[in-house]
């Protein structure tokens, strides 16, 4: 059974940090392209940053400079490091695993934050 658990988020001021972890389990995480999306009310699912099993990073340009996302293989664990938060970051984040060209992908159940003052 695969699971993506997610944690970290919270409320937080504008110009804050916080850290999202995805705990994954039931897949050999070290293949798995990982990823962190958002959805925002009434907007559609958007990729925020991803990495591949090579550490190649990829990000969406609205958190260009601000966000971080790193893999730890050995604790099967995905972290996105979010500094200089706006409101505009408020949204529920998703953590995404996917197995390029063998139509494995997963989702965990996704953690709210909020960036208000």
């Known amino acids: 059974q695969v699971q993506l658990v997610e944690s970290g988020g919270g409320l937080v001021q504008p110009g804050g940090s916080l850290r999202l972890s995805c705990a994954a389990s039931g897949i050999i995480f070290r293949f798995y392209v990982m990823g962190w999306y958002r959805q925002a009310p009434g907007k559609q699912r958007e990729l925020v940053a991803d990495?591949?099993?090579?550490?190649?990073?990829n990000y969406a340009d609205s958190v260009k400079g601000r966000f971080t996302i790193s893999r730890d293989n050995a604790k099967n664990t995905v972290y996105l490091q979010m500094n200089s938060l706006k409101p505009e970051d408020t949204a529920v984040y998703y953590c995404?695993?996917?197995?390029?060209?063998?139509?494995?992908?997963?989702w965990g159940q996704g953690t709210q934050v909020t960036v208000s003052s």
């Open positions: 995404n695993a996917d197995l390029p060209n063998f139509s494995a992908e997963y």
């Open positions: 990495i591949t099993s090579g550490g190649t990073t």
